[in-house]
């Protein structure tokens, strides 16, 4: 499990990374999960949820960055 605190360490870019070999072991545990030979199903909840909180992040960092942006053409405005 991903600790939301590592993830707000990480750039954007290492998490879409991240992101992306988590949905790799998701697709290939499922698959497993099919033909019944998954030894922890458990995990596959375990995935889903830390792909949530990557993306959940990711958003953040989004909003932050819009912020940011727009806080400076504020300032740009204002003078």
Known sequence: ????????????G???LKIEGLKKEL???RTE?????I????????VRKDVARCETIIREKDIQAAKGQ?????KTNAK
Do not use: F
Request: hydrophobic share 30%; glycine share 2%.
């Open 1 to 12: 499990m991903i600790k939301a605190n590592e993830l707000r360490n990480m750039t954007a």
């Open 14 to 16: 290492e998490i879409r």
């Open 27 to 29: 697709y290939n545990m």
């Open 33 to 37: 999960a099919r033909a019944g030979r």
């Open 39 to 46: 030894e922890k199903p458990h995990r596959i909840n375990e």
């Open 70 to 74: 727009k806080d400076k053409s504020e």
